[in-house]
């Protein structure tokens, strides 16, 4: 079954037109709702700024991870990489042609910490192997990013008191996946400090998703299995289990 834990009312969106990250940041009052507003770039300021800089701390790390090779992350370079990996989503959200509902809350998150937030925040990398176009096998697929609200990451119904009440206050579980030739990246964003979340450890997922954000022991890319073997790498989170923190936030 799945239940959804996002609030269609809760979609806090920058007006069209509106830069997603210091010009939201900065507003009095911050927070729109508009199913149908779309953000469409970053300002200037942030894309010659930090923005930039995670951009040049990453491209060193992440480049030979994009071509296949084997590559080891301490926890600077963890940071790095979930940074960037965060923000190439934020991105390809901005250029996607369907409206993305990220809440404004999210963008200027990021902005206010220059990369991933600390306690809001997960990513995990893997390794696609097979680059051929799912839809055109004679072809390569070298770049891919996909956004998705996480409806299913809870199987109760209902839902656990402290889960809806982060729900009905507008709590927002989303996430973007990434891929840039054998390189895959999947963040998870959403509102609940202490959130536990992790890949099954009963499934391939495992295998094939390495977490780097909170950081943590160093890592070593490629993971054991590809991201190939979970299927269609848009429903990867199907794989993810989330349970509340263990100090209550919300409810009882």
Not at 11 to 16: H, N
Not at 140 to 168: S, V
Not at 196 to 215: C, G, S, V
Request: glycine content about 8%.
């Amino acid at each position: 079954m799945q239940v959804s834990l996002n609030d269609d009312r809760c979609l806090e969106l920058p007006a069209k037109g509106e830069a997603a990250c210091c010009r939201s940041a900065d507003r009095p009052g911050g927070q729109r709702r508009s199913g149908s507003a779309t953000v469409r770039k970053f300002c200037d300021v942030c894309n010659h700024g930090w923005m930039g800089g995670i951009e040049g701390m990453a491209k060193p790390i992440v480049g030979p991870m994009v071509q296949g090779t084997p590559t080891t992350l301490d926890a600077a370079a963890q940071q790095a990489v979930a940074s960037w990996a965060v923000l190439k989503g934020l991105v390809a959200a901005q250029v996607s042609t369907t409206p993305q509902p990220i809440p404004e809350s999210h963008y200027r998150r990021v902005h206010h910490f220059g990369g991933a937030p600390p306690n809001t925040m997960r990513v995990w990398i893997g390794r696609r192997w097979n680059l051929a176009n799912p839809n055109r096998t004679d072809r390569a697929q070298l770049f891919d990013a996909h956004f998705m609200p996480i409806t299913n990451a809870f199987a109760e119904d209902p839902l656990p008191a402290d889960l809806e009440t982060y729900r009905r206050e507008c709590g927002m579980f989303n996430a973007t996946t990434f891929q840039v030739g054998h390189f895959f990246a999947l963040t998870l964003q959403h509102d609940w400090p202490g959130l536990h979340a992790r890949a099954n450890p009963d499934t391939e997922a495992a295998d094939a998703l390495l977490p780097i954000w909170p950081t943590g022991p160093t890592v070593h890319w490629p993971p054991r299995g590809p991201i190939d073997e979970l299927g269609d790498p848009h429903k990867v989170t199907r794989f993810l289990q989330m349970a509340p923190p263990v100090v209550p936030v919300y409810g009882a």
